[in-house]
């Protein structure tokens, strides 16, 4: 990782499938897959990525490889409205056997009014929407679940302030409720932050 980059993310797991073309653009062909990496409480989080096709070429279902790039967020439209997607963007491809890593690390800004609340078995979480800004003008809006004393301290950000997060990418399960009453089991991609820090 380098040591100025305001969007950082270093993991490892396993291809589940092999490579797609996602899109070309520039006359560059992009790669679209997914890897999943183990938490230590063996919890698996199934993670997309997209990656230029040059770095992907000895990449196959099923090996192991370390991923060095950063989250991406783009919004998909569709009947039900915009829907804000993340996805991992690999700068780096490496074939590696070597324990699994899930490392992030996020300067921006918050755009949000943070969320505080306390879930039924007592535990404190805050939600929080983070700007991070990208070349060219363009920004990423990360989510982000901030835990314990950490909540306490996240739900009274306000917008605008700058703070440095340092945690995990991940996947979560949810149930979504639709218009005609039946319930859809959809994915949810967060960065679960283990420490946070207001920059001045």
């Not at 700058?162 to 960065?191: M, N, P, W």
Request: hydrophobic letters at 40%; one cysteine or more.
């Amino acid at each position: 990782m380098t040591r100025y980059d305001t969007n950082q993310l270093r993991i490892s797991g396993c291809i589940r499938e092999e490579p797609i073309v996602s899109h070309t653009a520039y006359g560059e062909a992009f790669m679209a897959f997914s890897i999943i990496c183990r938490r230590l409480s063996g919890t698996c989080d199934e993670l997309p990525v997209l990656a230029p096709q040059a770095l992907v070429k000895a990449i196959q279902k099923g090996i192991c490889c370390e991923i060095q790039g950063q989250i991406r967020s783009y919004n998909e439209y569709s009947a039900e409205g915009t829907h804000l997607r993340l996805k991992i963007f690999a700068k780096q491809i490496s074939r590696k056997q070597t324990a699994e890593v899930n490392q992030v690390i996020l300067e921006g800004h918050i755009c949000k009014t943070p969320v505080y609340r306390v879930t039924p078995f007592g535990r404190e979480i805050s939600d929080l929407l983070l700007a991070v800004n990208r070349t060219h003008g363009k920004s990423d809006y990360i989510p982000v679940i901030v835990w314990g004393q950490n909540a306490r301290f996240a739900g009274k950000l306000q917008v605008g302030q700058k703070v440095r997060v340092e945690g995990r990418f991940q996947s979560r399960l949810y149930e979504k409720a639709l218009e005609d009453g039946k319930v859809e089991l959809r994915t949810a991609y967060e960065v679960s932050a283990g420490a946070i820090y207001l920059i001045l």
